[in-house]
């Protein structure tokens, strides 16, 4: 049928335009990439860049949001597992889930979590994470001291530590990075603060 394999075709030129840009921003260091050089390396018209997207921001937006509805998927289900009995080295779902799907995305990480970072991302990535100890501390009525400083640098920690992961996978596998992360957030970062009880 034409028109499915029209639809497919378009995919597949959104696909590459999003791909080749954040290979782009690796190798210019920089989220302003040309458009023009954007196309050229891929390599399509100007006219074809603009029958997809109003211009390279939109490219990024775009990005950014699908990996940001990622994470909302994953940590939707983080919200509602229980963790009371949770052991130091133990592999919890949520960060194997998190990795994985870095590791699936790496360049798009690469380009908006690596060396150069992408501030609205990491902003928008760690309000998730807060939200989400929010919720899952909110229908457990756990509160601690000084609750938003440890929220902060209990999120920033955590990507601090994806993004070193994601420079770095040579260095360390995926399980001994899944047992970290469990470590470093729910038996060191959350014992920082006094539980209070209400």
């Known amino acids: ?17 999003k791909r080749e840009y954040a290979e782009l921003c690796c190798k210019l260091k920089t989220h302003h990439v040309p458009v023009k050089e954007l196309c050229s390396s891929i390599p399509i018209s100007r006219n074809t860049f603009y029958m997809y997207f109003a211009d390279i921001a939109s ?12 994470f909302l998927t994953i940590y939707d289900e983080f ?3 229980d963790f009371s009995s949770y052991q130091r080295g133990e592999v919890l779902p949520i960060f194997m889930d998190t990795l994985l ?10 380009a908006f979590a690596g060396k ?31 609750e938003d400083l440890v929220l902060e640098t209990t999120a920033m920690s955590a990507i601090a530590a994806y993004s070193y992961w994601l420079e770095n996978e040579d260095k360390i596998n995926l399980m001994e990075m899944c047992k970290f992360l469990g ?3 729910f038996y060191e970062q959350l014992t920082l603060s006094n539980r209070i009880e209400k």
């Open 116 to 146: 150069i970072p992408d501030y609205y991302f990491i902003e928008s990535w760690k309000k998730i994470i807060i939200g989400h100890f929010k919720e899952r501390w909110k229908r457990q009525n756990v509160h601690y001291e000084n």
């Open 183 to 185: 470590g470093m957030i």
């Open 101 to 110: 799907f870095i590791k699936l995305n790496n360049m798009y990480f690469r």
């Open 59 to 70: 490219v990024a937006d775009e990005i950014e949001e699908e990996l940001i509805n990622g």
């Open 1 to 17: 049928m034409p028109l499915d394999r029209k639809k497919q075709k378009g995919f597949y030129t959104r696909e590459a335009i």
């Open 79 to 81: 919200s509602e597992t």
